[in-house]
């Protein structure tokens, strides 16, 4: 018995010590959370980004092992911080360009957000461009987070990041709109406004050019200042840091180019329960968007060191968390079954709640068109984020309800808002193709229900398709569009559209939700499918 157990032992533990070791790929998320920043609180992880114009906006991601994400809800149910992300006529954009967005605010709303904790509740800051700086807590990352408050009125400001220190006192590091200078606040304890009018703590346009994204930390009696340098599409990251937290500063550039990742900067470091750092951030890939990154740091004579020799690393072990690999992932797909939309859902703007319905119907999706010149002044456009290298997306679409004039269907959300749909004109529906405003039919629908699927390939393009309802024999709807290679600070986005091709711009009607008995479109389901990974 002694030596069938001795066997057993050996057995046993050379399988164990035979097992490979957990690797992760980047990015991580192959899905645009740009300016990421990222917190731990016991066992878990959470994470924030940039959503600009779209609402609900200011996701909140969480994870187990700082790999594998699902969404956890959103800070901000609307955009609240003037009626124009209510978009508000007459517009200046068509779909054949990407500016001027005069009354719409693209690419304006929620800016490089900061998350963090602070004496039992979670903090968030982030500015918008035209607004200000403002701020939200919690009591759970989760929500439900409390209304924002602006601690810095006006335009401006960019990439704000609170700091409390060990004393107790409260500060505000942000950049200004343009990439820097950065300036520091004295703030009120509670963290609801400044204190002062600031000062500029750091600026080195030869050195530390396009400065902005500051994130503040704390280690071994340093004060330290993570921010990009650079710009978006080829700047490093660097690490600054003073004894003080007024400075003065010393810099260093701790992950460059290189391994084919062109910006390896903007983010948010965090330690492991096991004393592991990492530092998540995000790099430009076209019409994917800013996709994040996870790199390893480690601190030799007080600074960090990240990535491999300071280059970014393209997999690697997995952080050492204390638990294996969860199967969370992304929200994507949606069978329009429960009372509320998914939360990987975002409308393009604040919608108006009297023109769509999860009620009406049960178990779709009910979306009622407004007259627009443009898809991008239409309303209730509803959106997720594209997930690359490739997906395929499908949705199935009811048109009985189609009005003259009225287009319905899937697009790839973006500059150029390449779409496949169905134009109903003189009573009859027609599968049409459209990219930058021009419009081709390329068939006719039979029957009251049409399925369309969008293809996104690992190039950037898409090519559209079309079948009839019942039917698994897709037809090419046009020619592969190659998609645009960034849009309004975003990447390209799935969504499901409806308009009434007019004149005019229509103003939005406002109210809450009521009967929807014309001019719309029924939503069966919205299915993903992810490939390439």
Not at 336 to 348: E, H, K
Request: charged share 20%; proline share 8%.
């Amino acid at each position: 018995m002694k030596s069938l157990v001795f066997l057993l032992a050996i057995l046993l533990g050379t399988a164990h010590a035979a097992e490979p070791v957990q690797t992760y790929r980047n990015p991580i998320l192959y899905a645009d959370y740009s300016d990421p920043d990222v917190i731990r609180s016991g066992d878990d992880y959470w994470l924030v980004a940039s959503s600009f114009h779209f609402s609900p906006g200011l996701p909140v991601l969480r994870s187990k092992d700082l790999v594998h994400w699902t969404i956890a809800g959103h800070v901000l149910p609307r955009l609240p911080f003037d009626p124009a992300y209510d978009m508000v006529p007459p517009y200046t954009l068509t779909d054949s360009t990407s500016k001027p967005v005069t009354g719409q605010r693209y690419a304006r709303g929620v800016w490089a957000p900061s998350l963090r904790a602070h004496a039992g509740k979670f903090y968030v800051y982030w500015a918008t461009p035209d607004e200000g700086i403002f701020m939200s807590t919690a009591n759970h990352p989760a929500g439900p987070w409390s209304a924002p408050v602006a601690v810095v009125a006006g335009p401006g400001y960019e990439d704000p990041c609170p700091f409390w220190d060990d004393d107790g006192k409260a500060y505000l590091v942000h950049s200004k709109v343009g990439a820097g200078p950065l300036i520091l606040h004295a703030m009120s304890a509670d963290g609801t406004r400044v204190l002062d009018a600031g000062r500029t703590i750091v600026e080195d346009k030869v050195n530390l050019p396009t400065l902005e994204g500051p994130k503040v930390y704390k280690r071994n009696g340093y004060y330290y200042i993570f921010a990009p340098i650079g710009g978006v599409g080829h700047g490093p990251q660097a690490v600054l840091r003073a004894r003080r937290i007024d400075g003065p500063y010393e810099a260093r550039k701790v992950l460059l180019p290189g391994n084919g990742i062109e910006g390896p900067h903007q983010g948010g470091w965090v330690e492991t329960p096991s004393g592991q750092g990492w530092f998540i951030h995000f790099n430009r890939t076209g019409a994917f968007g800013r996709v994040a990154h996870l790199q390893p740091v480690v601190w030799k004579d007080d600074w960090p060191e990240m990535g491999q020799a300071g280059l970014p690393v393209l997999e690697g072990p997995v952080p050492d968390t204390g638990r294996r690999a969860p199967a969370d992932r992304l929200q994507d797909s949606d069978e329009f079954a429960a009372p509320v939309l998914g939360l990987q859902w975002s409308w393009n703007h604040n919608p108006d709640d009297a023109h769509w319905s999860l009620a009406q119907r049960p178990g779709y999706l009910r979306l009622q068109a407004n007259e627009a010149k443009y898809l991008v002044g239409a309303r209730n456009v509803l959106t997720q984020i594209l997930q690359g290298p490739a997906s395929e997306i499908t949705t199935r679409l009811e048109l009985q309800g189609l009005g003259e004039r009225q287009r319905a269907g899937l697009v790839l959300f973006g500059v150029g808002v390449p779409w496949v749909g169905v134009v109903h004109e003189d009573g009859k529906d027609y599968v049409t193709v459209a990219n930058g405003g021009v419009e081709t039919r390329v068939g006719k629908v039979d029957g009251k229900a049409i399925v369309l699927r969008a293809a996104v390939a690992e190039d950037q393009t898409v090519r559209f398709s079309y079948a009839r309802d019942g039917s698994a024999d897709f037809h090419a709807a046009g020619t592969p569009v190659k998609l645009a290679p960034f849009s309004w600070w975003k990447g390209s986005r799935p969504a499901v559209f409806t308009w009434i091709k007019g004149d005019t711009d229509a103003p939005r009607e406002g109210g809450g939700p009521r009967p929807i008995v014309r001019d719309y479109v029924d939503v069966d389901w919205f299915r993903v499918t992810r490939s390439g990974r």
